[in-house]
């Protein structure tokens, strides 16, 4: 099959297919590979690289949203894209073969045979390079934690193998921007900083675990373990614990860098939102637990949002 002839497989988290269909045919492939069409692990990616920044700026007993505040916010958005993509890319080169078995993930670029495994290294390669570009504007401090990344990018896709809790493994990565734009800012890392990266590795344990329901069934059938697999019917109580430590250690990353009393208000929004998470959900129903995890997008605005507004009223 041609690329011009290939499908557009949209999966359920995909983005407007208006949207899609301006998308070249041949390019739609190497879009997918990116996730650009399901732009929320982007998102979640993002978040953790703003709250290290306006920490960060708390650090500095200072307001965020100074001009160099700004400049970081655009070049570690360009970052979360492309380090995404090639994260994704590279996880799809490796479950090939698992993905073709899933019903969800069969239509994926490489067991669907739209791209050859060498096109989809290539491919990670170039993301890597447009990567390094962004790393290398920053400070020496934040350079050395993003290559230190890779080896956390490099394992994730195995862990779904050797252990239950690949979604651990899962948050120790995609939180590693908070650590970073924390360093991009001050040149260092602090206790504050790491209650912050702590509290997010809890966040990404329940996002994650919702996420995971969706595909428990086939995940049994090939000899996938995941935190939704392991929970099972005590999946809610245990959400509820990943999120009130989450939101326990990201207060506690607030008070440190003497954000203020008004953090503890403005996040309880957020909170509530985490809250609200855990009464709808509904473990045996893949297209709630889709629902829930993509709100996670705008956990982390509302986090953003506390954060921000109390390094300008604390």
Known sequence: MTDNAAPRVKPADAIAAALLDRVPPKLMPY???????????????????????VLGAAAESRPFGTWRDIFYVVLLG???IVMRGAGCTYNDIVDRDFD???AR?????????RVSVRDAWLFTIGQCLVGLGVLLC????????????LALVAAYPFMKRITWWPQAWLGLTFNWGAV????????TVDIGDLYLYAGLFFWTLGYDTIYAHQDKDDDALIGVKSTARLLGDKTRQWILGFYAVAFTLILAAGFTEHTGWPFVFLLLVAGGHMMWQVRELEIDNSAKCLKLF?????????IAAAMIISTWIG
Request: glycine share 14%.
């Open 31 to 53: 879009v997918q590979l990116m996730r650009l069409d399901r732009p929320i692990g982007t998102w979640l990616l993002y978040w953790p690289c703003v709250f290290g920044l």
């Open 78 to 80: 360009i970052g979360a």
């Open 100 to 102: 073709g078995a899933v």
């Open 105 to 113: 993930t069969k239509g994926r670029p490489i067991p669907s045979g």
């Open 138 to 149: 920053l400070n020496r401090m934040a350079i050395l934690l993003g290559v230190a990344s």
């Open 180 to 187: 970073l734009g924390f360093a991009a800012v001050t040149g």
């Open 294 to 302: 993509r709100a996670n997008r705008e956990t982390g605005a509302l």
